[in-house]
């Protein structure tokens, strides 16, 4: 039997659990990662929390679905064949009678809902009917906010996924071929990030409709080259490792050794700046609706309410709640991302 006093390694303690052992010893980035996974779980849901429409209505003995079906105004006693306001008063009152009843989002104003009977002129400050104040559109600041914030981290996902895999691809292909290969590559690089990416917004911006996948696509052309020097470099290091010349010699194809041996240990660079990655869509998207030339006109934005803030400075409940939701946003990112790096560091020891 062993004397040593060297102690032994629990079975389960794989690098994965190891790494995640290390997260959770730093508290404000496992905190962050938990109110951030809320923050997106609420966004996703936001039509359950801030709508313009009942989620259930029970008129007249009759069961109705405003939330999933559309409903003309004669249906709640209306005279009209249009689809039905449920913030006029009329309709309101229609469904307090006795027998009927509504179950209202805890905040009764949609994304492009428009306040019409606001008692103030807008942009109006916080009041009981709109918590956080009116955009200069009339429009629920609130509203804006919750369905601004889903756009915002929908698209950052949408853009880290693309330059996340562009990233990979290209880097993995340079480190691991490396000579002629690796050399071509990064001269088109050099080309390529010399093209002035602002003025090709700016001009696809006055020749295309703006949209959402157009904005994205343009991004994610120039915003894989950053990750992808970390992935090259990463794969110049692994392929001169011996179980990679081992399984060359034993003539396994260039693609498993690529996806199984080489590519599992160079992701560490990729999975420690997911978190920064994500932030820099999120201003990437913010500066853009900011400047005008981000998503289509009338689709909730952050930018876009910055740039309202700017122009209506009496209006300061505009910037204040943007610029809170913005920068508390990205602070949870970052917290993330330093605690997922350090997760990731083998030198930090596990309690």
């Known amino acids: 039997m062993s004397n040593s006093t060297e102690p032994v390694r629990p079975l389960g303690a794989s690098p994965a659990r190891r790494a995640w052992a290390r997260f959770r010893k730093n508290r404000l980035g496992l905190w ?6 809320a923050m997106v779980l609420l966004s996703l849901g936001a039509e359950l929390i801030s709508n313009d429409r ?40 229609q469904l307090r009678q006795e027998g009927n009843w509504a179950l209202f989002a805890p905040n009764r104003y949609g994304a492009k809902t428009l306040n019409y009977f606001a008692p103030s002129p807008n942009p109006a400050p916080p009041s009981s009917e709109n918590w956080l104040g009116t955009d200069d559109r009339g429009r629920d600041l609130l509203a804006q906010l919750i369905y601004g914030f889903r756009v915002s981290v929908l698209f950052a996902f949408a853009l880290t996924f693309t330059g996340v895999v562009l990233g990979v691809i290209t880097g993995a292909i340079q480190g691991y071929f490396g000579g002629r290969t690796d050399l071509l590559f990064q001269r088109f690089i050099e080309i390529w990030s010399s093209m002035p990416e602002l003025y090709l917004l700016i ?13 994205l696509v343009l991004l994610s052309l120039f915003g894989w080259m950053g990750l992808g020097d970390y992935v090259r470099a990463e794969f110049l290091r692994n392929r001169q490792l011996d179980y990679v010349r081992a399984a060359r010699a034993l003539g396994v194809s260039h693609w498993r050794i690529i996806t199984r041996h ?35 006109p009338g689709t909730p934005s952050l930018g876009e309410l910055l740039s309202q803030g700017k122009g209506s400075i ?38």
């Open 314 to 351: 009496d209006a300061w409940w505009i910037s204040l709640a943007t610029f809170f939701v913005l920068a508390f946003t990205l602070l949870l990112l970052t917290l993330m991302g330093d605690a997922l790096r350090d997760a990731l560091d083998p030198r930090k020891a596990v309690d």
């Open 262 to 296: 080489v590519l599992p240990n160079s992701l560490t660079p990729v999975v420690t700046f997911l978190p920064f990655r994500m932030s820099g869509a999120i201003l990437a998207l913010t500066s853009l609706d900011f400047l005008g030339l981000g998503v289509p």
């Open 32 to 37: 962050s990662l938990w109110i951030f996974c």
């Open 203 to 215: 001009i696809f911006s006055a020749v295309l409709s703006p949209s959402v996948g157009l904005l």
């Open 54 to 93: 009942p989620l259930v209505v029970r008129y007249q003995g009759q069961w109705y679905w405003p939330l999933t079906h559309d409903y003309p105004e004669t249906t709640f006693g209306g005279d009209f064949a249009t689809p039905t306001d449920y913030l006029d008063p009329f309709i309101q009152q």
